[in-house]
């Protein structure tokens, strides 16, 4: 289930990216943009699976699974696990006022 402090977490670290991604990431997070988010989710994901290779890096992974959770249900609890790690591990990443 999506939650309302899932969506408030990753909003907050969308945040941090440099501003050209951060408007890309917000555009495909769009309701009507699932056409275009399950593809670049899905090839993220992939991406992330070979991270160790050059040209792509672990990184996508959860970039990836962040993007498909908004249309794939089981990914959802696999993003709030995400989401509670990075709070746990780096919560300055998504603590209030915080913009890049």
């Known amino acids: ?4 402090e899932d969506d408030r ?4 670290l969308v945040d941090r990216l440099p501003p050209r991604i951060r408007s890309g ?5 769009q309701p009507s943009r699932r ?9 993220l994901t992939v991406g992330g699976i070979f991270g160790f ?11 990836g ?18 989401l509670n790690w990075v709070e746990r591990h780096h919560p300055h990443w998504i603590e209030d006022g915080v913009r890049s």
């Open 53 to 63: 290779l050059p040209l792509v890096g672990f990184w996508m992974l959860p970039l």
């Open 35 to 43: 056409w275009l988010r399950i593809p670049v989710g899905s090839l």
């Open 25 to 29: 990431v917000r555009w495909v997070r």
């Open 65 to 82: 699974v962040a993007l498909l959770a908004d249309d794939v249900p089981p990914l959802r609890l696999v993003r709030s696990r995400i």
């Open 1 to 4: 289930m999506k939650t309302a």
């Open 9 to 12: 977490r990753l909003e907050r």
